[in-house]
């Protein structure tokens, strides 16, 4: 069965570097998502990706944060300057139509 | 706003026992409604959804949640138990499509435990 994949699976980072999070979104799915979780609390979005353009991005998706589809197949979010608080679990996810969304495995960052 | 509340932090039951678990939503117009299940060093899986039409919806591993518009609430239910079900559950719901909007709002996810 087809399956969203994240790299890496835990990412380590100073506070002020740039990351980037990586996702396979399942190959036929039109629509892709990040969300993130940090320690102990609800799984939040913080966007969504569709015809090649954020369709919404919630007030957590500020300018220093981005998403791209560089080609076919990747989704990436780019963190820039990370600051201690964007560690997180972040999740991709990425859905056929508007309905039901699949969720890869996370990445685990940490910023120290 | 949209909003999801999943009342209680832990849930307990014994294994053959039947389960529920409660989440209550507020949203603008017809919702969709959905469960997943998160496993420990896992994403969130899919269990099943409410869009349209009959109230009792059925998912995998035999759970199914149950629509009640009146009471805007949309419970998870299994009517036997397995240890393997223990697993921290979510709820979650978006607008309906006329917003234009498909993102999900979860719940604080609730603690399934088995007790063999």
């Known amino acids: 069965e087809p399956e969203v994949t994240q790299t890496p699976s835990h990412q380590v980072t100073q506070m002020g570097q740039e990351v980037i999070l990586r996702c396979v979104p399942i190959s036929n799915h039109l629509y892709f998502y990040w969300y993130r979780q940090i320690l102990g609390q609800k799984v939040e979005f913080l966007v969504s990706?569709?015809?090649?353009?954020?369709?919404?991005k919630s007030e957590i998706f500020d300018d220093q944060f981005s998403v791209e589809r560089p080609d076919g197949s990747n989704f990436t979010l780019k963190i820039r300057s990370t600051k201690l608080e964007d560690s997180a679990m972040y999740f991709c996810a990425s859905s056929v139509g508007e309905q039901e969304q699949y969720f890869g495995p996370g990445t685990r960052l940490t910023v120290t | 706003a949209q909003s999801v509340a999943q009342p209680e932090d832990q849930v307990n039951v014994a294994e053959g026992n039947p389960l529920t678990v409660k989440c209550t939503y507020s949203?603008?117009?017809?919702?969709?409604l959905f469960w997943y299940v998160q496993y420990p060093n896992r994403g969130l899986q899919f269990l099943l959804k409410y869009i349209t039409g009959d109230n009792l919806v059925k998912g995998s591993y035999g759970f199914e949640a149950e629509f009640n518009k009146s009471q805007t609430s949309f419970h998870l239910k299994k009517p036997s138990a397995l240890v393997s079900d223990s697993a921290l559950y979510f709820c979650a719901v978006r607008q309906g499509p006329q917003t234009g909007a498909n993102n999900l709002f979860f719940g604080t996810g609730t603690r399934l435990t088995v007790i063999p």
């Open positions: 949203v603008s117009g017809n919702p969709y």
């Open positions: 990706f569709y015809n090649n353009e954020i369709s919404e």
